[in-house]
């Protein structure tokens, strides 16, 4: 996504708030006018129960778009001024003296409440509010005509006024919702994943993996930190060109991900548990492996990856893997160490005949650390059972 489309793309996400912020203005001051006139007039009138109504109902406006206008991230305004607008509108309808104050105010009220509210909200209320009126109206609370016939059609215009304000409100809120997803996948491609492979950058990574390592808990399952680096790709890059380069490194991806779990057992989510850490390194963490013999065979299966020749117009050499795995909490309790414990196996692994994997683990005294990997406070590295590799 480029920067001139994801800036559009983020104009129209927002503009489902900014459209409900105008709404809620422009209401609230036609509100505030109307309450003012009307208050005014009731009082003058000596209809002081309608007259304190309005002057209420005006305070309140009036207080909740000083709130808009002032609070950075306003919340409630739109409930606030729905329910001032019910009140005020069922209230005239009921108890109005004249009947084109009455009918005046039934619209615009419906009107607004559909389109200041999200449109769950708007249709319940506003199906509330139509229900209402038609109770008052069919149960002779209040009489609209002598005609039930006029009756009939002024209910019958309201709810198809009902029914079309939120069929608009239906299919706007569907094409805000597809944009924000549009907007909210754009993000997590440009924030969280690596623009080439489509894994996970090291930045998410590490964030996933520090939540992911603090929620493991010791059930007698496996956690282990796997560092992964292509063999011999500079010379790839250098004798085939960067582009088939960046063609390996995608099918690596496409090929890790179609071999590996990258979805949370418990939500089935897709995590971050897989990352291009750096060049042609790669990073993963697996949790919940029930053995050693189960780690051994998921790392043989990476290191395999490439068993079959890798052909674009011309065939070229095997492409190799070599892995270095470090087991959590044995060899490090904490993220950074644990990387560094995999990082230094995985050189052991290059270093030593390359397309294999090795183990941080001290599991036998009579194994010899190599003097290379020797410094820091990780336990000796060990090679991978000959019978998996």
Request: aromatic share 12%; net charge neutral; glycine share 6%.
């Amino acid at each position: 996504m480029n920067k001139l489309m994801g800036h559009q793309l983020k104009e129209m996400a927002e503009l489902s708030s900014v459209r409900k912020h105008k709404v809620i203005l422009l209401g609230s001051l036609v509100s505030i006018v109307a309450f003012a006139f009307y208050g005014y007039h009731h009082l003058t009138n000596n209809n002081y129960i309608f007259g304190f109504l309005c002057i209420a109902s005006f305070i309140i406006t009036s207080a909740n778009l000083a709130y808009l206008i002032i609070a950075k991230r306003p919340k409630y305004n739109d409930v606030i001024l729905t329910l001032v607008m019910l009140t005020q509108g069922f209230m005239v309808f009921v108890y109005g003296t004249e009947l084109e104050n009455r009918l005046l105010w039934v619209y615009p009220i419906l009107a607004a409440i559909i389109f200041i509210n999200t449109f769950s909200a708007g249709l319940v209320i506003s199906c509330g509010y139509c229900a209402l009126i038609g109770i008052a109206i069919f149960g002779q609370h209040v009489s609209i005509s002598s005609d039930i016939l006029a009756a009939e059609r002024f209910f019958i215009s309201l709810v198809a006024m009902c029914a079309v304000c939120n069929t608009s409100s239906y299919f706007y809120s569907k094409a805000i919702n597809y944009i924000n997803s549009l907007y909210l996948e754009g993000i997590e491609k440009l924030a969280y994943r690596d623009h080439l492979t489509g894994l996970a950058n090291r930045w998410s990574f590490e964030s996933w993996a520090e939540r992911k390592l603090s929620e493991t808990h010791q059930d007698g399952r496996i956690t282990a930190l796997v560092f992964l680096d292509i063999d011999n790709f500079k010379h790839i890059n250098d004798s085939y060109g960067h582009e088939m380069g960046d063609k390996i490194l995608k099918n690596f991806a496409h090929r890790i991900k179609n071999n590996v779990r990258t979805r949370d057992r418990k939500t089935n989510k897709a995590d971050y548990s897989i990352a291009r850490f750096a060049g042609d390194e790669f990073v993963l963490l697996l949790y919940g492996v029930n053995s050693l013999q189960d780690l051994d065979n998921i790392l043989h299966r990476i290191c395999h990856l490439f068993d079959s020749k890798y052909k674009d117009k011309q065939l070229l050499s095997n492409v190799t893997i070599s892995v270095g795995a470090a087991l959590y909490p044995q060899d490090a309790d904490n993220l950074a160490e644990l990387t560094r414990c995999a990082d230094k196996a995985m050189y052991a692994a290059k270093h030593n005949g390359k397309n294999q994997y090795y183990y941080y683990q001290n599991i036998s005294d009579h194994q010899t650390q190599m003097a290379n990997y020797s410094e820091g406070n990780v336990t000796p590295i060990l090679r991978a059972t000959e019978s998996n590799t």
